[in-house]
């Protein structure tokens, strides 16, 4: 479950990424580029973060496939994704979710204190899609009044509640991946969000 779950969230992101940069209208290669940083950006930093070297994709070329995989449906199928900020909000929903458990559990493979795999989480969920937004000369969603960031925050705080509970493994990882998700749809159907500083 949990490696299954890793593939889904790089296609996830990959495929955020190629939708952004489709959108922005760059170049094939650019599209690429933007697909490859969205999915590997925040498991890249984790990795480094916990001396994790060379990184996950670095051994691994599934991952690079599935990447090359996300791009590929991403252009064939970019005209059947007729709402393309829906469907960029679908894709890039299921790879915070997904990301978050990812460094949470590498987290706690390493060993570290929970507040800390919840900031590990909250990193592998978020610094892609922060590279893909600043590539794209757009504001970081995590920087936005939306709620982003402080979903996977809760997110890892519910995961080592439920883990107390002494849960199936499969199950902990499959509840935990859709609260974040379902908490992220609500929030965005309800219009929930961090009220900003006013600079007065």
């Known amino acids: 479950m949990f490696h299954l779950l890793d593939i889904i969230g790089t296609m996830a992101f990959a495929m955020s990424g190629a939708l952004t940069a489709m959108h922005k209208k760059l170049d094939p290669f650019g599209v690429f580029i933007i ?32 990447i090359i995989l996300g791009y ?23 790879g915070l979710g997904v990301f978050t458990l990812i460094g949470l559990e590498r987290g706690i493979m390493t060993g570290l204190h929970p507040v800390i795999c919840i900031a590990l989480g909250t990193m592998t969920a978020c610094f892609g899609g922060v590279t893909r937004d600043i590539l794209c000369n757009e ?19 519910i995961f080592f509640v439920l883990r107390k ?22 929030a965005v159907k309800y219009k929930w969000y961090l009220k900003a500083f006013d600079h007065k």
């Open 35 to 66: 697909a490859f940083v969205t999915a590997v950006g925040g498991g890249t930093l984790r990795d480094v973060l916990i001396g994790r070297t060379p990184v996950g994709w670095m051994q691994d070329l599934q991952y690079v496939y599935v």
């Open 139 to 157: 504001i970081p969603t995590i920087f936005r009044r939306e709620i982003y960031a402080t979903i996977c925050i809760f997110g890892g705080i």
């Open 165 to 186: 509970l002494n849960l199936d493994q499969d199950v902990l990882y499959l509840v935990t991946s859709l609260i974040i998700i379902a908490i992220r749809l609500l």
């Open 72 to 94: 590929g449906l991403a252009i064939l199928f970019r005209k059947k994704f007729d709402k393309l900020r829906t469907s960029l909000f679908l894709f890039d929903t299921i």
